[in-house]
């Protein structure tokens, strides 16, 4: 009924790719650092219960047909809110972490290039733009991925419909409320995930809802806040159509490391791999960096007959 059963072949495949390019993984997550965290200063326990946008999907019959995708690539029906919990709430949560089962972190095997993903994450310190980094990526026509949270999207809707509109770019999901995904509340760097599956569901599909009915966009893939996941999460996110992202190489550790740093990162991405990085923080040295790196690893890349590409592209 659910059509539950088809995305399982491809992921362990996805996983073992990506486990296999090296891994910087173990540097530092990706928002870790970052303040833009959806922890507030009171220490409210879950922040998945700021009500998404989602709160009626919890008793009306599915509400958003129109999320639907029409690539083909995911299932044909979007699970319910009521169906995920009834599918998934009681089972095993799985390991939790940036690398578990069922989270994608390099591209596929026979993908021709790199890709860049870049994450706005919103809240108090994190709704910043970084121009230097988006026009850089322009001037050298270098496609991206770029995460998008609710949070951020909801204070730049006019830079989402500039970068939505630029075929250069993709937006993908970076959550509703930032948090860490998970099934019971598991933490990373002391920001509490979310504590059932209904609230992994909200954070999910709260922003996916909200970027296709407010943009048109169809995301198809989602990375959470601090982008950790449990694996029974991963899984939902795969049901609901989504690829669950993370990275091979860390650009900028949560935007904290300096312009070299990160244009050392940079230019170090190969076959495969997914770079992530930050352009909500136009203070740090991430658009400096990237921009810096650019010339150099397009032609280290174009020699292998390759490209920095965006992840549809790959997926
Ligand atoms: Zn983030």
New binding site residues.
């Given amino acids: 009924m659910h059509a539950s059963h088809t995305a399982p072949a491809t992921m362990g495949r996805r996983l073992f790719v990506g486990a296999a390019l090296g891994l910087g993984t173990a540097i530092l997550a990706?928002?870790a650092v970052?303040p833009?965290s959806p922890s507030s200063p009171t220490g409210a326990p879950s922040p998945s219960a700021t009500p998404s946008a989602t709160p009626a999907a919890a008793t009306s019959s599915t509400p958003t047909p129109t999320v639907t995708p029409a690539s083909g690539s995911t299932a044909a029906a979007v699970m319910s809110r009521q169906e995920a919990v009834a599918t998934f709430a009681g089972r095993p949560a799985g390991a939790f972490g940036l690398e578990v089962k069922g989270i994608a972190l390099g591209l596929p095997e026979q993908a021709k290039g790199a890709a860049l993903t870049l994450?706005?994450?919103?809240g108090p310190h994190?709704e910043g733009f970084d121009a230097v980094l988006i026009k850089a990526l322009r001037k050298h026509q270098v496609p991206a991925t770029l995460?998008i949270?609710q949070r951020w999207a909801k204070v730049n809707t006019a830079l989402v419909e500039d970068l939505a509109a630029d075929p250069l770019f993709e937006i993908a999901n970076?959550?509703t409320s930032?948090a860490p995904l998970a099934s019971r509340g598991q933490a990373a760097y002391k920001i509490p995930g979310t504590a059932s599956i209904a609230a992994a569901y909200d954070e999910v599909m709260g922003n996916q809802h909200y970027l296709a009915e407010r943009f048109g966009i169809e995301a198809r893939f989602f990375?959470?806040?601090?982008?950790h996941m449990d694996e029974l999460s991963a899984k939902m996110v795969r049901e609901l159509g989504l690829i669950p992202m993370n990275f091979t190489v860390n650009l900028d550790a949560?935007a904290t490391f300096p312009a070299a740093t990160v244009t050392a990162q940079a230019a170090g991405m190969g076959r495969g791999d997914v770079g992530i990085g930050?352009f909500?923080r136009p203070n740090s040295g991430t658009g400096k960096g990237v921009a810096a790196a650019l010339p150099r690893l397009l032609e280290a890349l174009d020699s292998k007959g390759l490209a920095l590409i965006k992840l549809s592209d790959a997926f």
């Fill in positions: 990706s928002c970052d833009n994450d706005a994450c919103g994190g995460f949270n970076h959550g930032h990375r959470s806040g601090t982008a949560g930050h909500n």
